[in-house]
């Protein structure tokens, strides 16, 4: 409450102010950037005191602070802070890397394996059978059925999407280790992989039969050297982290934070996959540093360390995107899809769980992991409009309200997911959960 | 190439080429790091070889804000008063005494220059002048905390080397932040009258004196090292942000916050590790985009604008040597400090580089590459032999130095900041 009040001070005194000043583009940045990490960090912890995740404080104080509502950070300045997020990305795509050891994907893979297909599948029909069915009411009703057809393929393949930002911040906010994490988190990292695919094969299909407005479509080879191209330059960028590591091994805060801005842009300039590339990369220094030495320890809490903050950033820039008023009005047609999402992913994971003799809790609680959409879903959506700039800009304002909505429950149904499955514990402050954690249920061990 | 890429690589490939050549050095000869990343810089700029070009420079400019205000946080965490109270009071007088003396005389001095040699008005060529006696009395403290962690902290030198150096930081920074409330330029057309210098002061003591009050409420009791440096990173963004956006020097608001903050916080522990986390980086990111940032001087014949670059080091060096045997003898201390003390002031560093700096990117600054020149020459010549101008004062004391006295030993709460 002290803290909500001297935020309300600060802005008042902001406002009163900023007339005298002549700003200047990097002035204005640095003061929605300060704002928005002081207010973040506030109405997380506010959440954290409701029980909820704090990620889910962090978007509230985006929502809040956003063009929708306060309008202290503008449109503007969302966009210049684009670069953070995109370093929050690379970060959090790294860490999750470096999360997998090659000895648990040996133990686990084909349980991940399997509930990821039957997830990814069930969720995939489900949702074009849904659509298809309420066609009348989505954006592009006057096409023709084919049109209408490739168009709801593309649409099921943006929605089935996860989040691996939402689901790695949580596990890093919670300290969960458990087998309902470990579980959730390596489907949604290798469904990461998947789900690119799928939304290419998409994109084929609609670009077959729709002529995109894009000079240069997506080709196959793109697609194939997005995806190929990504785990050669991780692998390549995982290799000199490591050795970085054995040779030098000092001032691991700031390398932490150069190797994901180099990631991130290598990836950019060569055109392959970003969180791919970036996963690689943390799962290759991972796997290459001696552990007796404590090698990627070290670098995955420098890298953790660099995180918070951004991560801060990263989902309160994620809220101040959010179209508020946009969301509002399709509410009635995005609430409908948003529960069939959900419905086709537990019974997916539900069947696949079974499927692979996956224990009881990961038979009950894993699919609540894999409602979030953050990220990735986003720049889906945005090569997606690029491609249809006028037939799917309504398209995209629905994907993007849907995304919304997923955001905003996934986080809050993922901690409660955590905290029935006994992975970490339940307390309503904003104390470390790690210390409040019981005893980890029998699992495999993180390192 | 994108601008991110080539600040990554160039941050990589200057940290490399430190760790393996200069670590060496350093190790060999006494040396302090920290130039080579400012020579670099100049290399990389678009003067030199381009790799860094204008546009980067333009485009990073709210990180270079950020590491302005995060040093100046730096600055005002040495103003722990209970440390400050257990030190001897006359090593303060000297201190204070000598940097005004340093500070006037360099002024003072460069005024005549500028007035007569350029001919620009009296009011004008104060701007400059004053600009560059604030970077003047800037001294570098990593010399001082290599040497006195060699050495051990014993003797009245370094005690009076440790205060005189924090002295001349905060004075140099409010010295300059003064100049820039009182040339302030109006705001563009609001319904209010264009602030007053005086209202310029005041709102650049309030956004760090209120500002520090609410971020001490703000950071409460936090003892997590990271949600505290978040929120400490919130608090400065947004100070550094406040007073750029209105114009003023981030420094002198930050150096308040932290002046408040370590003074009534209680995790200050906490919070000097939160900031010394990242002070490396920022320091590394600003001296490679001031190498950058560094443009040949122009508004006057060539030879002119050398000599003055050339009179500013004459005149730093020897209104240090004065002032700092003047201000010795005033205080009836030349028999326990000696007359030479003052050589070890002479090592510029990142501070005179942040004000120089801060000095460029003001609109209403007058002749900025002259001045920015005159500082990154200083911070050449100087920087890199510091610790050896320390040592070379304060050995012969420490050897003399027997039976401590109350105050004669300076203990610096974190002589090295934390590092990852």
């Known amino acids: 409450m002290r803290r909500l009040i001297i935020l309300a001070v600060l802005l008042g005194a902001m406002r009163l102010v900023l007339p005298l000043g002549s700003g200047g583009e990097g002035a204005e940045t640095l003061l929605a950037f300060g704002l928005l990490v002081l207010g973040a960090y506030t109405v997380g912890e506010v959440a954290t005191v409701a029980g909820l995740p704090r990620l889910v404080g962090y978007l509230v104080a985006g929502v809040v602070f956003g063009p929708s509502v306060l309008g202290t950070v503008t449109e503007a300045a969302v966009i210049r802070l684009g670069a953070v997020s995109r370093l929050a990305v690379a970060l959090i795509a790294f860490l999750a890397g470096a999360e997998l050891q090659w000895s648990e994907i040996r133990e686990r893979g084909t349980v991940i394996l399997k509930i990821m297909v039957a997830e990814l599948g069930f969720a995939f029909v489900a949702l074009i059978a849904f659509l298809y069915a309420v066609r009348g009411f989505l954006p592009f009703t006057h096409e023709t059925p084919y049109i209408e057809i490739a168009f709801i393929v593309l649409f099921a393949s943006i929605v089935i999407v996860h989040s691996p930002a939402v689901t790695m911040a949580l596990l890093a906010e919670t300290g969960a280790r458990g087998p309902v994490a470990r579980t959730t988190l390596g489907i949604v990292l290798v469904s990461d992989v998947v789900v690119v695919v799928m939304f290419s094969a998409a994109m084929a299909l609609a670009r077959a039969l729709v002529e995109p407005a894009t000079a240069t479509p997506p080709s196959v080879a793109a697609t194939v050297w997005e995806i190929g191209g990504a785990l050669v330059v991780g692998g390549v960028l995982g290799v000199a982290t490591a050795l970085y590591l054995r040779v030098v091994r000092r001032e691991l805060l700031l390398f932490a934070v150069l190797i994901a801005f180099l990631g991130a842009e290598i990836a950019r300039l060569t055109q392959v996959e970003m969180m791919l590339t970036l996963l690689t990369a943390g799962f290759v220094t991972q796997n290459l540093s001696r552990d007796g030495v404590g090698e990627g320890e070290e670098l995955r809490t420098a890298m953790t360390r660099a995180a918070a903050p951004v991560i801060v950033i990263f989902f309160a820039l994620a809220g101040a995107r959010i179209d508020l008023r946009g969301l509002v009005q399709l509410l009635p047609l995005v609430l409908p899809i948003a529960a069939v999402r959900a419905g086709a992913i537990w019974a997916g994971t539900a069947l696949g769980a079974r499927w692979a003799g996956a224990s009881p809790n990961e038979q009950r609680y894993v699919w609540l992991g894999l409602v979030s959409q953050a990220g990735v879903a986003i720049a889906i959506v945005s090569i997606f409009a690029e491609a249809y700039p006028e037939r799917g800009a309504e398209l995209a304002a629905l994907l993007l309200a849907v995304i919304a909505v997923n955001e905003m429950v996934g986080p809050i149904l993922f901690r409660r997911a955590l905290v029935a499955s006994r992975e970490v514990g339940n307390r309503r402050s904003g104390a470390t959960e790690e210390a409040a954690m019981a005893p980890p249920p029998p699992g495999p061990s993180p390192a | 190439m994108s601008s991110a890429l080539v600040l990554v690589l160039v941050v990589a490939g200057a940290y490399l080429a430190a760790h393996v050549v200069f670590e060496w050095l350093a190790a060999r000869f006494l040396v302090v790091s920290g130039t080579e990343y400012l020579v670099l810089?100049?290399?990389?700029?678009?003067?030199?070889?381009?790799?860094?070009?204008?546009?980067?420079?333009?485009?990073?400019?709210?990180?270079?804000?950020?590491?302005?205000?995060?040093?100046?946080?730096?600055?005002?965490?040495?103003?722990?008063?209970?440390?400050?109270?257990?030190?001897?009071?006359?090593?303060?007088?000297?201190?204070?005494?000598?940097?005004?003396?340093?500070?006037?005389?360099?002024?003072?001095?460069?005024?005549?220059?500028?007035?007569?040699?350029?001919?620009?008005?009296?009011?004008?060529?104060?701007?400059?002048?004053?600009?560059?006696?604030?970077?003047?009395?800037?001294?570098a403290p990593s010399g001082i905390l290599v040497v006195g962690k060699q050495l051990g902290w014993r003797g009245p030198v370094l005690a009076q080397l440790a205060v005189a150096s924090a002295v001349r930081g905060m004075v140099a920074i409010t010295a300059f932040s003064l100049l820039i409330c009182l040339v302030h330029p109006a705001p563009p057309a609001t319904s209010w009258r264009p602030p007053t210098p005086t209202e310029w002061a005041v709102l650049s003591v309030g956004i760090g004196v209120v500002g520090g009050a609410l971020f001490h409420l703000f950071l409460g009791r936090e003892r997590d090292l990271d949600r505290l440096f978040i929120s400490l990173s919130g608090a400065i963004i947004l100070a550094s942000g406040a007073a750029a956006y209105l114009g003023l020097s981030p420094l002198f608001p930050t150096m308040l916050i932290g002046m408040v903050l370590i003074n009534t916080s209680p995790n200050r522990d906490q919070l000097r590790q939160a900031l010394g986390k990242v002070e490396r980086p920022f320091y590394l990111v600003l001296l490679l985009f001031a190498g950058a940032a560094w443009e040949p001087p122009v508004g006057g014949p060539r030879v002119a604008l050398v000599l003055t670059v050339a009179l500013f080091l004459i005149a730093r060096m020897a209104a240090n040597l004065g002032s700092a045997r003047l201000a010795t003898r005033l205080s009836w201390m030349l028999p326990e400090l000696g007359p030479g003390w003052g050589r070890a002031l002479l090592g510029h560093g990142e501070l005179a580089l942040a004000i120089g700096l801060n000095y460029v990117f003001l609109e209403f600054a007058v002749m900025p590459h002259l001045v920015f020149t005159a500082t990154v020459a200083s911070v050449l010549l100087t920087h890199l032999f510091s610790a050896r101008l320390v040592r070379a004062v304060a050995r012969t004391d420490v050897a003399l130095f027997v039976a401590p006295n109350a105050g004669d030993t300076w203990q610096p709460d974190d002589p090295e900041p934390a590092r990852s």
């Open chain 2, 41 to 139: 810089g100049i290399l990389a700029g678009p003067y030199v070889f381009g790799v860094i070009g204008e546009g980067v420079v333009r485009d990073f400019s709210p990180l270079m804000t950020l590491a302005l205000g995060w040093m100046g946080m730096i600055v005002g965490t040495e103003a722990y008063v209970p440390k400050l109270l257990r030190i001897r009071r006359v090593y303060y007088r000297i201190a204070v005494l000598e940097a005004a003396m340093s500070f006037a005389a360099v002024s003072g001095l460069l005024w005549f220059a500028l007035h007569w040699g350029f001919g620009l008005p009296p009011r004008t060529a104060a701007i400059p002048s004053v600009a560059l006696g604030a970077v003047a009395i800037a001294s």
